[in-house]
């Protein structure tokens, strides 16, 4: 073969390679929304048994105020070698009374995801800052003196 038509299909390919490398990638992350299946959650007619029967498990459920059940769905892109953004986001509240009847069942979307940017390396704490000498050392002689840590005093 030829030297140039070598070169030419090696050219080709490169760009082939390097079109495919620059492609988005797209990943769904946690509950994967059927919407017809969410539209037929209906308050005053479905129960605790038949939202998990129709939707599965949810996401997570609250721990305080009325029994709510969490159905969250992302979507995210990315391209190769940069952090993922957010490209869908839905939750569904599916909100219980106390004999487990649905009350409601709301959806929400990117509108609500807030983005927090921390305020440095370090999270701030109370109390004396100690140095790696005093981390090191710190113990030694505090082990076994009575009123600190677990011993029990005399007639216990």
């Not at 080709?12 to 969410?38: F, H, M, N, P, Q």
């Not at 038949?50 to 105020?65: E, I, K, M």
């Not at 509108?111 to 704490?125: A, C, I």
């Not at 003196?145 to 005399?154: A, D, R, V």
Request: hydrophobic share 35%; glycine share 14%; charged share 20%.
């Amino acid at each position: 073969m030829n030297r140039s038509k070598i070169f030419g299909i090696a050219a080709i390919l490169a760009a082939g390679l390097a079109t495919t490398a620059c492609s988005s990638i797209k990943e769904s992350r946690g509950y994967i929304v059927d919407s017809i299946l969410v539209g037929t959650v209906q308050p005053g007619i479905d129960n605790e048994r038949s939202v998990a029967a129709t939707l599965g498990r949810p996401t997570f459920t609250s721990q305080f105020g009325d029994p709510t059940w969490y159905y969250v769905s992302s979507t995210t892109g990315r391209k190769p070698f940069v952090r993922p953004s957010i490209r869908e986001h839905q939750v569904l509240a599916v909100k219980f009374d106390a004999s487990g009847n649905v009350i409601s069942a709301d959806r929400t979307g990117l509108e609500k995801v807030v983005y927090l940017s921390p305020d440095g390396d370090e999270t701030p704490t109370l109390g004396r800052e100690r140095g790696f000498l005093e981390d090191l050392f710190g113990n030694i002689g505090t082990v076994g003196q009575p009123g600190l840590g677990g011993q029990q005093g005399p007639g216990s």
